[in-house]
């Protein structure tokens, strides 16, 4: 799995009807340390949302994950109500009317979440569990 950082400028090209929240992560301190290490990896987020509930997002266009019949791949990672989201487009493809429809791939989506949690975890050196 290889993630390429949507800057702010791309962020509305790169975002797809079809993403949908995968987990949400609950721990003391882990949405501040997750900030902090994306800011010094990537810069400032794909969109800043000042608010209480949503503070930042930070989207990737993931490279090496297979989500046929959708062409692209598209992870989200951001806070919400002092929660860690991740969020995903993993299992979802868009109809010809371009309404989200689930995919063969939809029952496997705790599975990518959990390998998503562990590319994570190796990339910004963070305990996530």
Not at 64 to 92: C, E
Request: aromatic content about 10%; proline content about 5%; overall charge neutral.
């Amino acid at each position: 799995m290889q993630l390429e950082f949507v800057p702010v400028e791309d962020f509305y090209f790169a975002l797809t009807l079809g993403v949908r929240t995968l987990e949400d992560l609950e721990k003391p301190g882990l949405v501040e340390q997750v900030r902090s290490r994306l800011l010094l990896e990537c810069g400032q987020p794909s969109t800043v949302a000042p608010g209480k509930q949503n503070t930042f997002n930070y989207v990737f266009r993931v490279q090496g994950v297979d989500n046929s019949p959708a062409s692209g791949l598209v992870v989200s990672i951001s806070d919400w109500q002092d929660r860690l989201r991740l969020s995903s487009d993993y299992g979802w493809t868009l109809d010809q009317e371009r309404k989200p429809i689930r995919s063969e791939k939809y029952s496997q989506r705790s599975l990518f979440s959990q390998q998503l949690r562990s590319h994570l975890q190796q990339w910004l050196q963070l305990p996530f569990s």
